[in-house]
């Protein structure tokens, strides 16, 4: 019970501080008369959206661009319960359906928070299986995950794209209820910490997208998702309707589909839709 209250204690208190430093960020953007764009981002868009905001100083030197890192469907549920956010960068379709009005069957709880006009298809990318450098198990395909070389893998949990399309290639072939019965699976509250699960030699594998794979060099790439196996993976940008600075966010959207922009996001191994 001690433990719990402790735990609970701790959790509040991190909230608080998250909150102070937001705050303080916003004040200190405001009394530098600068306009402050909030960026609700996929974390896997973390490398590339960083090295963005600093290119776009030298572009809109009065805007600071202030981002929020997690995976889609914990964003979107933040976007829903009012937290402020001008622009909207999903990992996958369904986040963003999830908050537009014209989002389709899933939009099921009637939500209009997307500006449709500035939505469009930002990059694409590919799903890996990794495991740590050196591949001690010897796994080389996602067929290996239901055999004795796998003791544990780490996957996104349901509410993260990365999760979602993992459990849509496990069920592809044919494997998805045997690694739950048998417990083979612990989750990741996003993409990134999945990654560190594996570059930290806690699981024998674990599936994340190929970019996040070159980000470091303690994992290396097992195998691809078999072809066909899962919904692409598309990540939707919009404007928010809700923005609070909706010019210099479709300012900043434009931006994003600019050669320079294309450049980083190419070089991180993003695929730019046709």
């Known amino acids: 019970m001690k433990r719990f209250i402790g735990l ?45 905001a600093e290119m776009y100083k030298a572009v809109e030197p009065d805007v600071n661009i ?21 622009i909207f960068i999903s990992a996958a379709q369904k986040q963003m359906n999830q908050l537009d009005i014209n989002g389709g069957d899933e ?54 794209p990365v999760g979602q399309y993992s459990e849509e290639i496990f069920n592809y072939i044919g494997i998805w209820d045997q690694l739950n019965s048998e417990g083979k699976i612990t989750f990741g509250s996003n993409v990134r910490e999945v990654l560190a699960q594996v570059e930290e030699g806690a699981v024998d594998c674990g599936v994340v997208y190929s970019t996040d794979a070159a980000t470091t ?14 919904q692409d993976v598309t990540y939707p940008a919009a404007v928010l309707k809700t ?6 966010a479709k300012a900043f959207i434009d931006y994003l589909k600019t050669g320079e922009c294309t450049e980083v996001f190419e070089k991180a191994g993003f695929v730019i839709p046709a």
């Open 217 to 230: 060099d303690k994992v290396e790439i097992a195998a691809a998702a078999p072809e066909g196996s899962h």
């Open 107 to 160: 939009n099921t709880e009637g939500l209009d928070f997307v500006d449709s006009e500035t939505r469009f298809d930002l990059v694409s990318n590919s799903v890996v299986l990794i495991t740590p450098v050196g591949n001690p198990a010897g796994v080389e395909s996602f067929d290996d995950v239901a055999t004795d070389k796998v003791s544990l893998i780490a996957l996104g949990n349901s509410d993260v």
């Open 8 to 52: 609970a204690i701790a959790a509040v208190m991190a909230f608080t501080a998250a909150g102070c430093s937001a705050q303080e960020s916003a004040e200190t953007t405001e009394q530098a008369g600068k306009t402050e764009i909030v960026v609700f981002a996929a974390a896997s868009m973390t490398d590339t959206m960083n090295e963005i």
């Open 243 to 248: 923005s609070k600075n909706p010019e210099a």
């Open 66 to 86: 202030v981002y929020n890192f997690d995976s889609s469907g914990t964003l979107k549920t933040q976007i829903q319960e009012g937290a402020d956010c001008d």
